[in-house]
């Protein structure tokens, strides 16, 4: 059973990392003291990346493949979106030390798109890897 879902939890999970991360501060010392420019982009890039991959992939296991690729990539690229939509609407209104950023929101969606665009690579044309219509 649990072996049959692993997709899923790891999804759910990532999202419950993500949402933790974005609502949660943390103190300067928590921190590593090196400067790298727009890190903090990078990081939502990468968030939301893999949040659309493990996203469908946990779509895919649960139907089974039934659920057509494009269909499913679209239904989770929307959701993964207004999520991060949602998260950033959030830091701005419930936390006192975080604030939200359009450009957080730009770097989420650009991730999820690219994210989006692997799997769509990863399951069309001659690949091994078949998603089952």
Known sequence: MLKKSIFTIAFISWMVFITLLSLFSFSEGDLPDFEIPYMDKLVHFNFYFMAALLGVLSVRERTLGKSGLKKTIL???AAVILYGIVIEIMQSVFT????????????????????????????????QLKWKN
């Open 75 to 77: 239904m989770i690229l």
């Open 96 to 127: 006192v030390a975080r604030e939200g950023d359009i450009f957080d929101v730009i770097a989420n969606t650009f991730g999820a798109l690219i994210g989006a665009l692997a799997i769509k690579v990863l399951f069309s044309g001659k690949r």
